[in-house]
């Protein structure tokens, strides 16, 4: 979405300032591995960062029933390095469109994560993503294996950009998520200033 930046909310801005806003942009549509990765490396730290040793209505709560809290968002991340990302990749390379992948269980870190603590699952999503990351670049992509393509289940044919760029996004869908649970848990705190805030009208961008 582009913002209108003449609204009366906003103000008006300098023709200059809003020029400046498109200097440098790539086309939205391009993958590059590198800034992909520069933003999968960075998840784990910013979660590390964000969350250990916060009191538990931080962590522990959710937005109301069958929601997420903190806790389940991380647990879920973990999933995804195990059972997803790096086994896609690998399939794709090794059986192309002829292999689907297998279903990706979004509630599995239910029951996995259960008798974690938080502090045990930010270590695991630690180790997991940095041994994925190093796996990935060890196989030294070029753009002809960019290209390649797999069979999603539901999706059908994905390629191996799109699968790395999802990896991404995903990350930032639930760290999206992740600002939005906490957040809710002052919903009623804020008082009238919730009319400004806008984490606490978002709803539906990050659903489990």
């Given at each position: 979405?582009?913002?209108?930046?003449?609204?009366?909310?906003?103000?008006?801005l300098?023709p200059?300032?809003?020029?400046?806003?498109?200097?440098?942009?790539?086309?939205?549509?391009?993958?590059?591995?590198?800034?992909?990765?520069?933003?999968l490396?960075?998840?784990?730290?910013t979660?590390?960062?964000?969350?250990?040793?916060?009191?538990?209505?931080?962590?522990?709560?959710?937005?109301?029933k069958?929601?997420?809290?903190?806790?389940?968002?991380v647990?879920?991340?973990?999933?995804?390095?195990?059972?997803?990302?790096?086994?896609?990749v690998?399939?794709?390379?090794?059986?192309?469109?002829?292999?689907?992948?297998?279903?990706?269980?979004r509630?599995?870190?239910?029951?996995?994560?259960?008798?974690?603590?938080?502090?045990?699952?930010?270590d695991?999503?630690?180790?997991?993503?940095?041994?994925?990351?190093?796996?990935?670049q060890?196989?030294?992509?070029?753009?002809?294996?960019?290209?390649?393509?797999?069979r999603?289940p539901?999706?059908?044919?994905?390629?191996?950009?799109?699968?790395?760029?999802?990896?991404?996004?995903?990350?930032?869908t639930?760290?999206?998520?992740?600002?939005?649970v906490?957040?809710?848990?002052?919903?009623?705190?804020?008082?009238?200033?919730?009319?400004?805030?806008?984490?606490l009208?978002?709803?539906?961008?990050?659903a489990p």
């Amino acid at each position: 979405m582009i913002r209108n930046f003449h609204s009366p909310a906003l103000g008006r801005l300098s023709p200059t300032r809003q020029a400046c806003i498109y200097v440098g942009m790539a086309n939205l549509t391009e993958f590059s591995l590198a800034e992909a990765i520069a933003v999968l490396t960075r998840t784990p730290p910013t979660l590390n960062a964000l969350l250990r040793g916060l009191p538990n209505i931080w962590v522990r709560c959710n937005e109301g029933k069958d929601t997420w809290s903190a806790f389940d968002i991380v647990g879920h991340l973990i999933v995804g390095e195990r059972t997803d990302w790096m086994p896609r990749v690998r399939i794709v390379l090794e059986d192309g469109e002829a292999r689907s992948f297998e279903p990706f269980d979004r509630f599995a870190q239910v029951k996995e994560s259960h008798d974690k603590s938080l502090e045990q699952l930010l270590d695991d999503f630690a180790h997991l993503r940095k041994e994925n990351l190093v796996a990935l670049q060890a196989l030294n992509l070029g753009p002809e294996d960019l290209t390649r393509r797999g069979r999603h289940p539901a999706l059908g044919v994905v390629t191996l950009s799109e699968l790395l760029a999802t990896w991404a996004v995903h990350d930032l869908t639930h760290v999206h998520q992740l600002s939005r649970v906490m957040a809710h848990q002052y919903c009623d705190a804020v008082g009238p200033w919730s009319a400004y805030l806008g984490v606490l009208q978002c709803a539906g961008h990050s659903a489990p």
